[in-house]
């Protein structure tokens, strides 16, 4: 594979449930991001991780844990969600967290909580 | 500090006709521009960027932006609009030393 891959492409939870997404890149990149992309709203910088260590985080809940154990891979902790939290979530990485290098997303995972 | 701003959330342009969607950007230092364009349920994908080289940069699918430090513009234009360019485009800024600035995204329609 190459690219950034998210999964689960589609996820449907409760409001007590525990769930992961997880996004995966092969490009060699020393930075990776989640962003929310909620309806009628603008694309939202949740965390940024550099080399494995979380430079950002934008005042995003706690009900939201990310987690980066190597510099391929990229978790959202999901818990106790609440219904606006549906969005899709966007998984991206780039070459660094600065300069002219652009972001590479990932495809998106659709979450609905219910 | 820097921002981005999208004229125009909505764009609706003829099969064949001229596309231009516009992007106006503030930054306090000289900024690196990007565009991206997502198809639905998808996410986005690069489709050219500025890095202070040349002024107009041309992208994939036939799509270029000229970047214009007079008027803080970096309108991206593609002189015929075909049926598969229907997707959302967002601009974005980045500061050499900083994160990205996304802009809200326009919707470009395309009319048979």
């Known amino acids: 594979e190459t690219g950034v891959t998210q999964t689960p492409r589609h996820l449907v939870m409760g409001m007590t449930n525990k769930k992961s997404l997880k996004c995966e890149q092969h490009?060699?990149?020393?930075?990776m991001y989640w962003y929310k992309q909620s309806a009628k709203k603008p694309l939202e910088l949740m965390f940024v991780?550099?080399?494995?260590?979380?430079?950002e985080n934008n005042s995003v809940p706690s009900r939201f844990s990310p987690e980066c154990p190597n510099s391929s891979h990229l978790f959202l902790h999901l818990h106790t969600l609440q219904p606006e939290d549906s969005a899709l979530y966007l998984c991206?990485?780039?070459?660094?967290?600065?300069?002219?290098?652009?972001?590479?997303f990932g495809q998106g995972t659709r979450l609905t909580v219910v | 500090a820097q921002s981005v701003t999208q004229l125009g959330s909505h764009v609706s342009v003829s099969e064949g006709a001229l596309v231009l969607l516009r992007c106006n950007y503030s930054?306090?230092?000289?900024?690196?521009l990007f565009w991206y364009v997502q198809y639905p349920n998808q996410g986005l994908q690069l489709l050219l960027k500025?890095?202070?080289?040349?002024?107009l940069v041309k992208g994939i699918n036939g799509f270029e932006a000229e970047f214009k430090k007079s008027e803080t513009s970096f309108h991206l234009t593609k002189p015929s609009a075909h049926m598969s360019d229907a997707a959302e485009y967002f601009c974005?800024?980045?500061?050499?030393?900083?994160?990205?600035?996304f802009g809200d995204g326009t919707t470009l329609t395309v009319k048979p």
């Open positions: 991206a990485s780039s070459q660094e967290t600065q300069g002219s290098t652009e972001a590479f």
């Open positions: 500025y890095t202070s080289a040349a002024t």
């Open positions: 930054s306090s230092v000289p900024p690196y």
């Open positions: 490009l060699g990149h020393n930075a």
């Open positions: 991780y550099s080399l494995e260590e979380r430079v």
């Open positions: 974005a800024v980045r500061a050499p030393a900083g994160k990205s600035t």
